[in-house]
């Protein structure tokens, strides 16, 4: 019996959240309900074929699975694999490129016909698919009698491409089987490479993440064969010698070599390049003659980020220290133009699109160090680390609280993010520090729960949680544990079922901010029951600060300090503010900075919350005479009030849209009163 992808998923997210209903299910993946009934109908079939309980619903409708089904979807050794599960087209067309690239032997239909059990005509579908993808790598398929199908172009992007392959089917189900079965390479190859991998780390006193260590392996068997083939690396321009020679890489390169004849040199500074981009989830040492001033240009990017984004880190160090860990493989990944290319999640989008932006605006120091611009992918791994970093800082350890601990084999910046977003949900808890599954499969911790991304054995209660959780999935997620670990009976709470009731009856203007504010309210209930709970943070828009009362206009201004004072008089005012915040700023610029100076077109004082700040507020001020910057006269003057590190992202990302959009502000410059320009502001604002 067979476990198609449909039917994977759908048991995967049942194992997640148990409470998830059938039409849910389908909005979710797009399925009619009947596509729904029809794949648990063979979940139920593969369940019993494999002897486990057929999934059941109790009165509630949740679902009912047998614990014992995680454990199934955890092994990684199953002789059978290939009996039980049914490769997507998309999976097909990869495991034929693999087994093409990594092959000895010359390659016909018949064999992709035998490996994959499928007919000819299809198979010849996905040849013709394979085509198009390889032609976006400037790649190509050739096929002859004599050498059967051999993929043809720069050796750089085959192994590139290549690599990209093996970490896809590792993801799949069984992912490890059919490694083995089409690339032909053995389980004891496979394990000496492993021993030798665990050597280096040793040497490097590092520690590769699980997804690296499990895939490095074949990476490095299919490049070794692919030497022998002849298929050499020939763009020996595209790597610096003297740059990769000296780093400790290079050196534990030898212990990969050990029983391997002469190398060429291109080929070894190769391999010590696939190393040093390969994440890792911990290093003691790091030597390198230029780290000093990757550090040096980090803080030098936190210092812009702190002063662009009016927050100021706490643990400033520690944060460094772990971007340079971050960094260190990220480095030759961007300098080398390996990075991956992926979809980035939503979520993510939605929760740190603002600092994202911020970020970008930020990086040019890391781009100068590295002598290249660095791609949108790595951005946001910056900006999930910083993100990652503002949530948990300030964060107190209680005693007597339930243990937990998050399993997660992905890289640094990944498995901090996740660990901060459970310890914001779940206060009740205390988190031990993130282990990858070796870790966690060596060590045993004794906790109450476990937060995994993948499936474990552990006799420890686990929940399995997406790598990126949306509002309504953590909603879910903190329903089920309250109700599972502390016995906190809450009924079921559809908040877009609530909105849409609400707004049959009123106008609601800010939908996304109200949703947020009932969920912290009907969360009241479950703190006083367990423990003090934080309630959601709100980011303020632009929209919610302006008002004409906070927004004057003047002619004239006859010095800088006065145009502070006048700016912040609305929130004096107020109360939002005290004077000392207007002295801070007064004192902290003298002139107008550089860094206070958006787009060259909006100057943006501030100071720091704890200088007098009473409550988050906004304040605009236009000068129609200007002042002069950089012989450019600047118009705008904005004093933001900031209460604390976050709420103030998302305002301060519309800012910069406004300040980089030159039609909005001649019309800004046009404005004749206070009414006029929060009009112009509203009218243009980016959420």
């Given at each position: 019996m067979y476990m198609d992808e449909r039917s994977l998923t759908l048991l995967q997210e049942v194992l997640k959240n148990p409470s998830i209903s059938n039409q849910r299910l389908g909005e979710k993946f797009h399925l009619t309900r009947r596509q729904v009934s029809y794949s648990f109908k063979k979940i139920n079939e593969w369940l019993l074929d494999n002897n486990y309980s057929s999934i059941q619903k109790n009165n509630q409708g949740h679902f009912l699975v047998d614990p014992n089904v995680t454990l199934l979807l955890s092994k990684k050794d199953e002789a059978d694999a290939e009996k039980e599960y049914l490769p997507t087209e998309k999976e097909r067309v990869h495991l034929l490129l693999l087994m093409i690239l990594t092959s000895e032997t010359a390659l016909s239909t018949s064999h992709f016909t035998s490996a994959l059990q499928f007919s000819k005509a299809t198979i010849m579908r996905d040849i013709k698919m394979l085509q198009q993808l390889l032609k976006k790598e400037d790649l190509e398929i050739l096929y002859t009698r004599q050498n059967g199908y051999q993929v043809i172009g720069d050796e750089w992007q085959i192994r590139r491409k290549m690599m990209e392959l093996i970490a896809e089917v590792h993801q799949m189900f069984h992912g490890d089987n059919y490694l083995r079965k089409f690339t032909s390479i053995t389980k004891e190859t496979i394990q000496q490479i492993y021993e030798k991998i665990e050597r280096v780390e040793k040497k490097l006193e590092l520690k590769f993440t699980d997804e690296k260590i499990f895939i490095l392996p074949y990476v490095f068997a299919s490049m070794l064969r692919r030497i022998e083939m002849g298929k050499g690396i020939s763009s020996y321009f595209q790597i610096n010698y003297n740059e990769l020679s000296d780093t400790n890489e290079y050196q534990a390169v030898e212990i990969l070599l050990e029983g391997v004849a002469d190398l060429a040199e291109e080929e070894r500074l190769y391999m010590a390049l696939q190393l040093l981009t390969s994440n890792v989830s911990y290093q003691s040492v790091l030597t390198e003659n230029q780290l000093p001033r990757l550090n040096r240009a980090l803080d030098a990017m936190l210092t812009i980020l702190e002063e662009k984004a009016l927050i100021q880190f706490k643990n400033r160090m520690e944060l460094v220290e772990k971007l340079s860990l971050h960094m260190k493989p990220a480095y030759y990944r961007i300098k080398y133009h390996l990075t991956m290319s992926f979809m980035i999640p939503d979520v993510i989008h939605e929760e740190f699109n603002a600092l994202h932006f911020l970020v970008k605006e930020s990086i040019w120091p890391l781009e100068n160090f590295i002598g290249e611009t660095i791609p949108d992918e790595e951005?946001?791994?910056?900006?999930?680390?910083?993100?990652?970093?503002?949530?948990?800082?300030?964060?107190?350890?209680?005693?007597?609280?339930?243990?937990?601990?998050?399993?997660?084999?992905?890289?640094?910046?990944?498995?901090?993010?996740?660990?901060?977003?459970?310890?914001?949900?779940?206060?009740?808890?205390?988190?031990?520090?993130?282990?990858?599954?070796?870790?966690f499969e060596k060590t045993a911790p004794n906790v109450d729960v476990v937060f995994s991304v993948t499936p474990v054995e552990t006799t420890c209660k686990l929940y399995i949680m997406s790598h990126y959780m949306s509002f309504e999935e953590q909603q879910r997620l903190r329903q089920r544990v309250m109700n599972e670990v502390f016995h906190v009976v809450t009924e079921s709470l559809d908040l877009e079922?609530?909105?849409?009731?609400?707004?049959?009856?009123?106008?609601?203007?800010?939908?996304?901010?109200?949703?947020?504010?009932?969920?912290?309210?009907?969360?009241?209930?479950?703190?006083?029951?367990?423990?003090?709970?934080?309630?959601?943070?709100?980011?303020?828009c632009l929209e919610d600060l302006m008002s004409s009362n906070m927004t004057r206009v003047v002619k004239s201004v006859p010095n800088w300090h006065t145009a502070i004072e006048l700016t912040a008089a609305p929130l004096l005012e107020a109360g939002f503010i005290d004077q000392t915040y207007v002295n801070a700023m007064k004192s902290l610029y003298p002139e107008i900075a550089p860094y206070i100076v958006l787009k060259g077109n909006i100057l943006l004082p501030h100071a720091r919350p704890e200088d007098g700040v009473n409550k988050f507020g906004l304040s605009i001020l236009k000068v129609e005479d200007g002042l002069i910057f950089n012989g450019k006269k600047i118009h705008l003057l904005v004093v933001l009030a900031p209460v604390d590190k976050k709420k103030h992202l998302t305002a301060m990302f519309q800012l910069l849209t406004i300040a980089s959009n030159q039609q909005v502000i001649d019309k800004l410059k046009n404005a004749t009163s206070g009414t006029s320009i929060c009009q112009i502001f509203k009218e243009n604002l980016t959420k």
């Open positions: 951005i946001y791994f910056i900006t999930l680390f910083i993100g990652g970093h503002l949530i948990k800082t300030g964060e107190i350890t209680q005693h007597k609280k339930p243990s937990a601990i998050v399993i997660c084999p992905n890289g640094v910046s990944i498995s901090k993010l996740i660990e901060s977003q459970l310890a914001k949900l779940f206060p009740e808890f205390h988190f031990w520090q993130t282990m990858s599954i070796r870790e079922q609530l909105l849409a009731r609400i707004e049959q009856h009123v106008e609601v203007t800010d939908r996304s901010n109200l949703k947020k504010e009932l969920y912290g309210f009907f969360q009241e209930k479950d703190r006083n029951k367990v423990t003090d709970f934080q309630k959601e943070e709100i980011e303020y």
